[in-house]
């Protein structure tokens, strides 16, 4: 079993929709959980990171984490053509900073 | 802030040459620097890690001879791609820790190199 499961899509939404992306992971240690964007030919760019299970909000992202179920989210709401972008979870324990990713999400959003 | 810099954004050398890329973070001190690989439609592979002033820490897999990192200073790390081969040609991106904040990870823009 992999250490971070997302599904790769792609999704494909209308402008305006509330986006739900979400990730598994199998190791209880890890602890900060992060949610990166990356538009195509780039860096991928840190949008949010919590530390244990609660939600977080930040404008029209909202990220969500359910550590007893292993299970991370991020809503995106009121979704824009340029939220259009491949989504990457990444968790780490905390002990040597290494991230682990999940394979990234591919969002389309339609105008 | 947390900006990071990567030159060159685009490097074509031919096979057998070596190519230098250069990570910088702009407004913050890094305690770490970390250089990841990516495929086309893949997510990033962590390649090494390292810190100002130490040896870098390889990834199972990645040669050290072939890939030579160097973390000079607390702003600057270069990765240099020894006697480059087609199947280097990848997109090279380096990620920061700054001192201050140490679970954040912040990526430059990457860089593409193609090798002929």
């Known amino acids: 079993q992999k250490e971070v499961e997302q599904d790769p899509g792609p999704l494909s939404v209308p402008e305006g929709a509330i986006v739900s992306l979400n990730c598994t992971y199998s190791n209880s240690a890890f602890q900060y959980f992060m949610w990166y964007r990356q538009y195509s030919r780039k860096g991928p760019e840190l949008l949010m990171y919590?530390?244990?299970?609660g939600n977080k909000e930040d404008g029209r992202f909202t990220a969500q984490v359910d550590k007893s179920s292993k299970y991370i989210s991020l809503f995106i709401r009121d979704s824009q053509p340029s939220d259009s972008a491949t989504y990457l979870c990444a968790i780490t324990t905390g002990s040597n900073y290494k991230l682990t990713f999940g394979k990234g999400t591919l969002l389309t959003v339609n105008p | 802030g947390a900006v990071v810099s990567q030159h060159p954004s685009w490097v074509i050398c031919k096979s057998g040459t070596s190519v230098k890329i250069e990570c910088r973070s702009l407004d913050f001190q890094a305690t770490t620097m970390f250089w990841y690989r990516q495929f086309p439609k893949q997510s990033l592979m962590l390649m090494a890690t390292?810190?100002?002033?130490?040896?870098?820490?390889?990834e199972q897999g990645v040669e050290k001879d072939k890939f030579l990192i160097n973390h000079a200073s607390l702003t600057l790390s270069t990765l240099t791609v020894t006697s480059a081969h087609p199947e280097d040609s990848s997109f090279y991106i380096c990620?920061?820790?700054?001192?201050?904040?140490?679970?954040?990870?912040?990526f430059g823009p990457g860089t593409r190199l193609t090798v002929t």
């Open positions: 919590t530390y244990s299970s």
């Open positions: 390292s810190n100002e002033g130490s040896k870098a820490t390889y």
């Open positions: 990620s920061a820790t700054p001192r201050d904040r140490t679970y954040e990870q912040y």
